[in-house]
Structure formats: C-alpha cells, structure tokens
C-alpha cells in the first residue's frame, strides 16, 4: 500500500508506505525526515491519499556530504540501506544510517515516475 501524503497549508506533498496499521483513528507517525520533508510538526494537519505507483527501475541520489561518498563501496550501502524504503520521490531528502552516523540523501530523480514504488523492485542507483 502506498500513499500521497501532504500538507495543505503549503501545498507540499510527498509518497509514503505504510509499516503498520497501529495508530488511533485520525492519528498518523510519520518519521522525523518526512516531516521536515513537508514542513509539518506534531500535530499539524495532513492529507493522506491511497495511490498506486509504478515499480522503479531508477534513481539519481545526491548526498549532502562528500564524506559519504568516501565510505567503502558507497553504491552497494545506498542499495542495502533503500530496502527500509517503500516509497521515493523526486524532490526528497531521506536519511541513512551507516557505521553510526547518519547521512542526507536527496531523491534527484526517479524513474519511471517521478514517484515510485521500492517494494520488490530492482532500482539502479546513480549517485
């Protein structure tokens, strides 16, 4: 299942899956990235649509550090650590964990879509 989610006070949106189906009604977690993603805080509003998206086969990604990309093989960690991703978007700045530090990663562009489906999905990534 994936989802548009959105802040419509300033007309941001981004795409989502969802973990579980645990929170009380009217209630959505989203994580911390995502928030800043769409400019909310704990308790804003959002919008949540179902959508279906295509499966992607491609991603550019840019990180916001040079020292990422120093890491051992930085290619194969971006392609182990995008299987915690349901979802990406064109536009978007995700996070990953690596040897104990986190690094920024934007999404540049997606392909087919400008947001695609990760799940069972083979995505070359170019960085």
């Known amino acids: ?13 981004s795409y ?3 973990l579980e189906f645990s929170a009380e009604e009217g209630v959505c977690y ?10 909310v805080q704990e308790g804003s509003e959002i919008i ?5 998206l295509q499966k992607g086969n ?20 971006l ?13 978007d700045t995700i996070n990953i964990t690596y040897g104990g530090r986190e690094y920024a990663i934007d999404i540049v562009s997606c ?3 400008d947001q695609i489906c990760c799940v ?5 990534v170019e960085f």
């Open 58 to 77: 491609f991603v550019v990604l840019k990180p916001h550090e040079t020292k990422f990309i120093d890491l051992a093989n930085p290619k194969a960690i």
């Open 1 to 13: 299942m994936t989802f548009m989610i959105s802040n419509p006070q300033m007309g941001i949106k």
């Open 48 to 52: 949540i649509r179902s959508m279906n």
């Open 79 to 91: 392609e182990q650590e995008l299987t915690h991703y349901s979802v990406l978007h064109k536009g």
């Open 16 to 18: 989502c899956g969802v």
């Open 111 to 113: 392909k087919p879509d």
């Open 120 to 124: 069972e999905a083979d995505i070359e």
């Open 30 to 39: 989203i994580p911390y990235w995502m928030m800043n993603n769409l400019c």
